[in-house]
């Protein structure tokens, strides 16, 4: 989508503009057209018109009715002059599409809006489609990422990025991949798979400082979901996880290197995201149906209420994490469960818990840091430095890597080996990849 | 209203299979008849078979104007398809939903797949892109 230099501040506002409209333009042209590429193209088209029209004449009150109001009107255009689009044209005019027919509302009301971003949000984490597909066509139809931002999120080049989306319209198109909000004897699962991209695109945001907007673009995207389901405690448990996350960013990391929980300054972690995430996760408790990323909220505030990682409750976290495996039985959860058991009854019994999913989690670098800090507060030094050598060779993310390398480099100088336990392998992120 | 092709895929070999009952036979052929019965009543069944093994097949190609024939499967795979649906639905999650029926009855994988087009080309010409 065009980008704009930002030459003076009313071209940062423009552009603040069509990221905040870009999903909701493309949705509902989407459900007018029933075609996907006629929708974006149309609202690239708008785009560059209000590039041009907004920055003489200001921002128009209603600027996402406006795009959407001109870019139907291209993609009438465009259909008029081809023989493809005479055809669909009528297809419209007779309402044989879709059963909403083709109106378009572009009053200010966002209701309808909403729905139709829904409705392609559900589209685009179709089951039948493979989650990469799932994750870039989100990013870049309802994030309104470029595809080359969408390329530089996932380290591929933009050339496969494209084709990747390609294939991905393609399917939807030829197979008539529905773009309705799912019955509700399917809502559960459907809904959960547009949980898990949301929160694939929060954790593929990573500690890496290049890809954090993915962060924020899946915070927004989690609030969007809540205003559209707001009786789905799933999607609030969904936002109040990764508010309660972010809020520890700023305290997550220094000189490049991760910080553990048990290191972090408290005082850094941002109270306004705490306390939005507390408010939600009592909201849910009171729902009284939980579900896996509630349940990981919980969890996350547990630890954000603590004042200092020794007055953690512990037994609580370990309760949580219980429940969670009941419902989500991964090994990644017996990882993060082993860490809280080694607060309440020593490394010795973490080191039990893990042995039973070490073979699991081999290519998982945080169940060999994990095991490294359980064996260094035994003061078994020579294996603990081994553990944490293995975690490095598989760590991926810098911050990471120079986390384990300051550990390693403890265990080889000697000192004091119970000095820096570091329970907390590597940041909250327990619950990195829920898979 | 769309077509897809509900296919079957088998490996070659049958003889890893636990020979069944007759009992179980009549199950599995009521479980198929009822299905097929309910894909009539709603419209949905176009057409359906179970092809016979690959070693019955024989390829045919034009080869310097001269047609040959050659013995056996196009591809030589270890898996094929041993039968097929084809169906009406509205739209992919309809299809999935005949193809989730079609598992329980056979107990066997199925791949769905859209037609682009169905019928015969003359009555398809109006459709093509760019005519």
């Not at chain 1, 008029?80 to 909403?100: D, F, I, K, N, P």
């Not at chain 1, 084709?163 to 004897?185: N, S």
């Not at chain 1, 010795?348 to 507060?377: F, K, N, P, Q, S």
């Not at chain 1, 265990?411 to 898979?435: F, I, K, N, V, Y």
């Amino acid at each position: 989508m065009t980008r704009f230099v930002a030459a003076d501040g009313e071209a940062t506002e423009v552009e603040r503009v069509f990221r905040e409209v870009y999903g909701q333009a493309v949705a509902t042209l989407v459900r007018v057209f029933g075609d996907i590429t006629l929708a974006e193209d149309a609202v690239q088209h708008a785009f560059t018109v209000a590039s041009d029209r907004w920055r003489s004449d200001g921002i128009p009150p209603n600027p996402a009715g406006w795009i959407v109001t001109t870019a139907r009107n291209r993609a009438i255009d465009d259909l008029r002059r081809s023989a493809r689009g005479r055809e669909l044209h009528e297809q419209l005019s007779v309402g044989a599409r879709t059963s909403h027919g083709p109106a378009v509302d572009d009053s200010d009301e966002n209701g309808p809006m909403r729905d139709d971003q829904l409705r392609l949000i559900f589209t685009c984490c179709h089951p039948a489609l493979r989650t990469e597909h799932q994750v870039a066509l989100t990013l870049r139809l309802l994030g309104g990422l470029s595809v080359e931002e969408v390329a530089r999120a996932f380290l591929v080049s933009e050339a496969a990025m494209a084709k990747r989306l390609v294939r991905a319209k393609y399917k939807i198109k030829a197979a008539k991949i529905p773009y309705r909000v799912p019955a509700v004897a399917n809502l559960p699962d459907r809904l959960r798979s547009v949980l898990l991209v949301v929160y694939l695109i929060y954790t593929t945001g990573g500690d890496d400082p290049e890809r954090a907007p993915l962060r924020s673009e899946a915070i927004r995207l989690g609030r969007a979901l809540v205003e559209m389901m707001p009786d789905e405690p799933e999607a609030a448990g969904l936002l109040a996880l990764m508010l309660l996350s972010e809020s520890r960013v700023p305290a997550r990391t220094a000189e490049g290197a991760i910080v553990v929980l048990r290191d972090q300054d408290r005082t850094k972690w941002d109270r306004t995201s705490i306390e939005e995430g507390h408010r939600i996760v009592r909201a849910c408790i009171r729902l009284d149906r939980p579900g896996p990323f509630q349940l990981q909220a919980a969890i996350q505030a547990v630890h954000c209420a603590a004042g200092s990682f020794e007055a953690t409750d512990w037994r609580q976290i370990v309760a949580l994490y219980d429940q969670l495996f009941v419902v989500m039985p991964t090994p990644v959860v017996s990882l993060n469960r082993a860490i809280a058991i080694g607060e309440i009854e020593g490394p010795e019994a973490a080191l039990t818990v893990l042995d039973a999913i070490a073979a699991d989690l081999d290519g998982y670098h945080l169940m060999h840091a994990t095991r490294g800090a359980m064996l260094r507060r035994l003061g078994r030094r020579v294996a603990a430095r081994a553990a944490y050598e293995r975690a490095a060779n598989l760590a991926t993310v810098e911050a990471d890597q120079r986390f384990l390398a300051q550990q390693i480099e403890q265990l080889t100088e000697g000192g004091d080996p119970m000095q820096q336990p570091a329970d907390r392998p590597l940041g909250p992120p327990s619950e990195r990849r829920p898979s | 209203m769309s077509q897809y092709l509900l296919s079957v895929h088998a490996g070659q070999a049958q003889d890893h299979q636990e020979p069944i009952s007759p009992e179980q036979m009549q199950g599995f052929m009521d479980g198929v008849i009822a299905l097929e019965a309910e894909m009539d009543a709603s419209g949905t069944f176009v057409f359906g078979g179970r092809l016979a093994d690959p070693d019955a097949a024989t390829v045919v190609r034009s080869t310097d104007g001269k047609h040959v024939m050659t013995d056996g499967p196009f591809v030589e795979a270890k898996e094929h398809i041993a039968g097929f649906y084809i169906i009406n639905a509205d739209d992919l999650d309809a299809a999935l939903a005949w193809a989730a029926k079609v598992v329980t009855a056979i107990n066997a994988p199925i791949e769905v797949r859209p037609f682009s087009a169905t019928g015969r080309v003359a009555d398809q010409v109006h459709q093509m892109p760019g005519a």
